[in-house]
């Protein structure tokens, strides 16, 4: 579960790793500069959320808000 910041990078880190790409291919990949990428995983809570997004997505993460809570099915 991402609750911080620093958990969203700490999982963008990861599965950046498993697909063997370096942090600057990662960058180039989702039009974003390397110093994002950086932030990011470093768990920057600044950063900007859409380009957040975009680089999750470029990972294979999914991000969804679940109602505090509910039992997840």
Known sequence: ???TAK?????IRNHRKEM???QRELAGLCGVG??????????KPTVQFDKALLVAQSV??????I???KDIK
Do not use: H, P, T, Y
């Open 34 to 43: 390397n110093r994002f990428i950086v932030d990011l995983e470093s768990g």
């Open 1 to 3: 579960m991402i609750r």
């Open 60 to 65: 294979g993460l999914e991000i969804q808000a």
């Open 67 to 69: 109602k505090k809570g």
């Open 7 to 11: 958990d969203l990078g700490s999982a």
């Open 20 to 22: 063997k790409l370096s």
